[in-house]
């Protein structure tokens, strides 16, 4: 473990010492976050996301549901309501709008006793996949807060039936008076939660240019970082410090453990370098720091496995280099790390899904709307999976370059 | 007797190679001994220290470092051994010291005894009143010293240098030459491949001739001289032009003279009695028109035991 933290620090250290690659992984960034923010404008608002609403309930609570999403959200989603549940979907498949969303006869599971969970259907556009996570993450907190009052109504109603204080033949004809109750005070409840949770700050200032672009070349230059082979086992190969190092008592594991851990402390410093800077100085809201946490552990995993992967499994360091660039430039443009893969057709929106990029742009995209860590689940799965294979394939490498 | 290091009928053999790198090597190291492996550029002295570092697993055979086997325990091996590779392998942008340090840690070393020993070897290698500047602004020779500085740090049993000197200023070839007499003369054991005849003859209690791959004659610098008997070596300085095979032969026919052989406008003859052939000799060069520049007639030494064994100069390579 001693010895993985040492060659950790060297890692660490060699990068300090490397100006130009300071003003690469660091500076560079910045002044692109900030050009390409500046040049789109920093007021100039991503379009809000088109989302069409079937509203099953028709009481009083789903009419007041649908109104305060329209209220809470006019700057992020242009909600249309519809009946007709077929053209809603047919809307989507015609990437018309980036969802369709099934609010489920509230009024009725509160008053029921069957025990089953209301459902809001959301039916995405795999085409408007930033769009779509907006769409799940403002949902999600919708569902959240119902649950909360349908549980209320619930415990209510129960307690009613318990004391004799209700006959059950009357809970069809109390369960809407109940309901309007409740969803008065289901008002209030979100403006509380909304304020508690600062989904009442400004919108436009996460939805503009600069915060799409920010995560977005984060992650960019964190890949340029990860795979330069400066840093590479094979410069060290090269350098002739890899036979001297597996000249000391060191086993090979603890070699392969110290060089990839040097490059993930790199790598988190990095991004928490850029977070911190661009929230100070550019103002960029990244969101959830729990879930913004998350997803660069998770970014700086599964690019500098690939980084390693790629490295690793090259014959010269100039083959790297090679195979590395052209890479990083293939998933820069299919992932959107400069427009926004919303622009691009359908297809080619669903390649960028091969990288990491687009999960972390993604990821970032729902953070910066109010999502939280526990919204993170699919980014999470498509990431971790993409850092077994490539340690998998990295670990293979280094027993290559071993032999 | 009992060896620090040895090795037993070592093979090396990479895939797909016409001849095995190393073949049938045997020696052992007594501790307190240099030990020079002398041989031209690719006759395999890399490659026998990088099997007896753990580097490169033998196709066959073994070798015991400190009474541990290359094969089955490599890490206690390494633990004895201290490493000096031909090539300069340390970190440019950190300083000596800070090199120093990353390489003491990796041999478990820490804390004070680490800093004390670290201020010694810098003091050994003349390196002390710089040893904060980056490695990347130092001279040749200052890396070199730092190179060997490294794998002394951690107080080796035994020091394996590969090359050491190549292409560095004959001053600090002559300081790294100083400092590995005065470590052995502490007591340090040092396994030293070399292809200059000059430092093998000075440094070395005994030497080993290795080439294409096989260790060619063992002994001390006397034992090998006499491998050769009384014979001279004679050095005829001949413009390249006129150093054609019927000179060379001609030059053969000569009484008392045993082999000859050319390169870069030198021909080097090993003969009974130099001073007794080399009148005839000029006269056979003048007779094929090459006109002699210069003449040396030397005692037997390495490059005569060399050119005997193998029939080329060591400096042909």
Known sequence: MKKILTLTLKELLLTSRDRPALVLVIIAPLALMTVLGLAFGRGDKLSPVPVIVVNQDHSEVGRKLVEQLQRDSSELLVITESDDLAAAYKSVDDDKVAAAVVLPDLTSHAASTSGDPARIDIYCNPARAIGAGVVKTIFARTAERISNTRLGTSVTIGQLLATGRLEPRDVQAFAPGLGARVAASFGQERVTLRERSGAAAPADAQTNMLGYFAPSMAIMFLMILMMSPSRSILSERDNGTLDRLRATPTSASELMAGKMSGMMVTGLAQMAVLVAISSIVLGVRWGNPAGVALLIVLLVTSIGSMGLALSTLSKTLSNANTVGTTVLMILSVVSGNFIPRSSFPTWMQKIGYIGPNAWGIEGFAKLSHGGAARDLVPETIALLTMTAVFFILSVMGFRRILR | ?317
Not at chain 2, 57 to 79: C, E, F, I, M, N
Not at chain 2, 162 to 175: H, L, N
Not at chain 2, 193 to 218: F, N, P, Q, V, W
Not at chain 2, 289 to 294: F, R, S
């Open chain 2, 1 to 317: 007797m009992a060896f620090i290091v040895e090795t037993r009928d070592l093979v090396k053999r990479y895939p797909g190679a016409a001849h095995p790198s190393v073949s049938g090597i045997t020696f052992g190291i007594a501790p307190g001994e240099i030990f020079s492996l002398l041989g031209p550029n690719g006759a395999g002295k890399t490659t026998t220290i990088s099997i007896l570092s753990c580097l490169l697993a033998p196709t066959s055979g073994d070798a015991l470092v400190a009474g541990h086997s290359v094969k089955s325990d490599a890490l206690a091996v390494k633990r004895a051994i201290g490493v000096v590779p031909q090539d300069i392998a340390l970190y440019p942008s950190l300083s000596a010291r800070e090199n120093l340090r990353f390489w003491g840690q990796m041999y478990g070393m820490s804390g004070k005894p680490l800093r004390t020993r670290i201020d010694a070897v810098l003091e050994t290698v003349g390196l002390r009143d710089r040893a904060d500047e980056r490695v990347e602004v130092y001279s040749g020779g200052m890396k070199r010293r730092i190179n060997i500085a490294v794998g002394l740090l951690h107080r080796p049993q035994v020091v394996f240098m590969d090359e050491p000197t190549v292409g560095i200023d004959p001053q600090s070839r002559r300081a790294i030459l100083d400092m590995i007499g005065a470590l052995n003369a502490e007591g340090m054991t040092v396994l030293y491949t070399t292809h200059y005849m000059e430092e093998a003859e000075e440094l070395s209690d005994r030497i080993g001739i290795i080439d294409g791959g096989k260790l060619i004659a063992l002994g001390t610098q006397s034992e090998l001289a006499g491998m050769v008997g009384r014979d001279d070596l004679i050095e005829l300085k001949i413009d390249a032009e006129h150093t054609a095979p019927p000179l060379l032969e001609a030059m053969a026919a000569v009484q008392g003279v045993k082999s000859v052989t050319a390169a870069d406008g030198v021909v080097r003859l090993l003969a009974e009695d130099g001073q007794a052939a080399l009148a005839e000799l000029i006269g056979v060069a003048n007779a094929h028109g090459a006109k002699v520049a210069g003449v040396t007639v030397k005692e037997p030494h390495l490059e005569a035991v060399f050119l005997q064994l193998t029939g080329r100069a060591l400096r042909d390579e």
